[in-house]
């Protein structure tokens, strides 16, 4: 079946554009997560939806970050007035099972230039 | 402060040895460790995982070792291979949520 897509897969745009990328989970996953992964580093969390519960907005790193999510469905962050340092490739999973830490499925990322 | 810490940051090993991957952590709530692989380019996709009521787990050539206790588990990868090249994340999860370590970085030489 199709795993979780993310677009656009790059995404070049100017210091204090303002972005949005896109994530469509696995049908039927009730959560979705947004990480953050600059070069060669390691998984930064953002933000988690479970169901139609609050969104766990904790790793977010600052109020420029915003996301949101229809259902259980797609998914959309949105990086306002962007800045150099938001460079790096946006990660999306979802999972079944999240409260037993069951697999987190991830998609291929957008990669995110700000010049 | 990173909550799950990772080591080496990146190892070489030749065809057919031992890659050792080794991480601790702090928050005893947390209650599930996988291991993810991730190829350049690619997502992170899980490789094995482990709960703290058993001591090791074995798939193939891949092996977490876990120590409660100590609060510290560990991959092991048997006869690596040049297709076991990737970077390698621990993990741990607590509350729906999982703390990534900040990967280790395998190369394979032939």
């Known amino acids: 079946g199709a795993g979780v897509s993310q677009s656009p897969s790059n995404k070049v745009t100017e210091k204090g554009k303002d972005v949005e990328l896109r994530c469509d989970p696995i049908?039927?996953?009730?959560?979705l997560y947004w990480y953050r992964q600059s070069l060669g580093q390691g998984l930064e969390f953002l933000i988690y939806?479970?169901?139609?519960?609050?969104?766990?907005k904790s790793g977010l790193p600052s109020d420029r970050f915003s996301a949101e999510r229809t259902g259980e469905s797609v998914s959309t962050l949105t990086i306002q007035r962007t800045q150099q340092e938001d460079s790096a490739v946006y990660l999306c999973?979802?999972?079944?099972?999240?409260?037993?830490?069951?697999?987190?499925?991830f998609g291929p990322g957008t990669r995110l230039l700000v010049l | 402060q990173q909550q799950v810490k990772q080591s080496p940051q990146s190892l070489i090993v030749q065809k057919g040895g031992i890659s050792i991957i080794n991480c601790a952590y702090e928050?005893?709530?947390?209650?599930?460790f996988p291991w993810y692989q991730q190829f350049p380019g690619k997502g992170p996709a899980l490789l094995i995982a482990?709960?703290?009521?058993?001591s090791e787990k074995k798939e193939g050539r891949f092996t977490i070792s876990f120590n409660k206790s100590a609060k510290q588990f560990s991959l092991h990868i048997m006869d690596s291979q040049p297709g076991d090249s990737a970077t390698y994340f621990c993990?741990?999860?607590?509350?729906?949520?999982?703390?990534f370590g900040a990967g280790t970085q395998v190369v394979v030489t032939p």
């Open positions: 482990i709960r703290p009521d058993v």
């Open positions: 928050n005893t709530a947390f209650d599930y």
């Open positions: 999973a979802s999972s079944l099972n999240p409260g037993r830490g069951e697999t987190q499925y």
């Open positions: 993990a741990a999860h607590s509350w729906g949520k999982l703390q």
């Open positions: 939806f479970q169901g139609n519960s609050a969104p766990d």
């Open positions: 049908s039927g996953h009730t959560a």
